[in-house]
T-cell receptor, first 112, second 113 residues
Framework: DGGITQSPKYLFRKEGQNVTLSCEQN?????MYWYRQDPGQGLRLIYY???????QKGDIAEGYSVSREKKESFPLTVTSAQKNPTAFYLC???????????FGEGSRLTVL | AQSVAQPEDQVNVAEGNPLTVKCTYS??????LFWYVQYPNRGLQFLLK??????LVKGSYGFEAEFNKSQTSFHLKKPSALVSDSALYFC???????????FGSGTKLNVKP
């Protein structure tokens, strides 16, 4: 929230199409995260990045890809290999030190 | 495996009554602990955190949480619930060595007038 912007808010996709979700931050924090949220399952980590040009797979990375070419941006691509992509996607940044995660407003992806 | 558990999918409470949302964790070391709230189709909002020190932590909107190391619990509390508190609440633990967060499955709080 505040310094984290996710877009689009809602996205519809046909099966077989790749889509890219945007996450931008102006808070100058290094670590950024992507989570997937499904009803009753809480948040599951897709990818995270601790620093520019570096990222690690989370628990459910299959069918997703990311890049971190700039500190401010951490886009997530949902590929056609993701078998069940309909979900709510949340981007977050980590406040330094003993900090917490700050979340964006989320992007809801629906596959038609 | 590291995990956070929220044993109740839903908690119902009458407005004005105290509320408790339960959380237990199984994360190595001395993890940092957090509570977040989520309203429909919105991102998670930070409520409070425990790092060290006093076992009772106060946070936003009148919420507080009680840390119990022996029971590895971090329960969220509020002395007097409001209808506007109705939302989805998530407990989380941070493994600070790896900057990884573990989230519970969430508890839906329903506060009835």
């Amino acid at each position: 929230d505040g310094g984290i912007t996710q877009s689009p808010k809602y996205l519809f996709r046909k099966e077989g199409q790749n889509v890219t979700l945007s996450c931008e931050q102006n808070l100058n924090h290094d670590a950024m995260y992507w989570y997937r949220q499904d009803p009753g399952q809480g948040l599951r980590l897709i990818y995270y990045s601790q620093i520019v040009n570096d990222f690690q797979k989370g628990d459910i990375a299959e069918g997703y890809s990311v890049s971190r070419e700039k500190k401010e941006s951490f886009p997530l691509t949902v590929t056609s290999a993701q078998k069940n992509p309909t979900a709510f996607y949340l981007c977050a940044i980590l406040a330094g030190g003993t900090g917490e995660l700050f979340f964006g407003e989320g992007s809801r992806l629906t596959v038609l | 495996a590291q995990s956070v558990a929220q044993p109740e999918d839903q908690v119902n409470v009458a407005e004005g009554n105290p509320l408790t949302v339960k959380c237990t964790y199984s994360v190595s070391g001395n993890p940092y602990l957090f509570w977040y709230v989520q309203y429909p189709n919105r991102g998670l909002q930070f409520l409070l955190k425990y790092i060290t020190g006093d076992n009772l932590v106060k946070g936003s909107y009148g919420f507080e949480a009680e840390f119990n190391k022996s029971q590895t619990s971090f329960h969220l509390k509020k002395p007097s619930a409001l209808v506007s508190d109705s939302a989805l609440y998530f407990c989380a633990a941070r493994d600070y060595n790896f900057n990884k967060f573990y989230f519970g499955s969430g508890t839906k709080l329903n506060v009835k007038p």
